[in-house]
Nanobody
Framework: QVQLMESGGGLVQPGGSLRLSCAAS????????MRWYRQAPGKERELVAL???????NYADSVRGRFTISRDNAKSTMYLQMNSLKPEDTAVYYC?????????WGQGTQVTVSS
């Protein structure tokens, strides 16, 4: 059974940092591309960052240069280091695995950037 569990969200002031984690189980993590998405209130879910099984990384324009995606295959865990956070980064952040036409999602972790 595929499980994805996010953690690390919270309340942070503008300019601050957070590191999100996504613990995966139920599949061979190391051979899967993985993604971080986010959804702000009243907005559609958007792709934030992607890391391939080979370690190639891609970012949304809105976070490039501030966020860093990474993975530890030995721990079956993906990370999102978020620096220089802005109020517009406020959202629920989800990790995602997409394979054979199906999306798998975690429960999400809330990130709130506010003074």
């Amino acid at each position: 059974q595929v499980q994805l569990m996010e953690s690390g969200g919270g309340l942070v002031q503008p300019g601050g940092s957070l590191r999100l984690s996504c613990a995966a189980s139920g599949f061979t993590f190391s051979i899967n591309d993985m993604r971080w998405y986010r959804q702000a209130p009243g907005k559609e879910r958007e792709l934030v960052a992607l890391i391939t099984s080979g370690g190639t990384k891609n970012y949304a324009d809105s976070v490039r240069g501030r966020f860093t995606i990474s993975r530890d295959n030995a721990k079956s865990t993906m990370y999102l280091q978020m620096n220089s956070l802005k109020p517009e980064d406020t959202a629920v952040y989800y990790c995602n695995r997409f394979i054979l036409g199906r999306d798998y999602w975690g429960q999400g972790t809330q990130v709130t950037v506010s003074s």
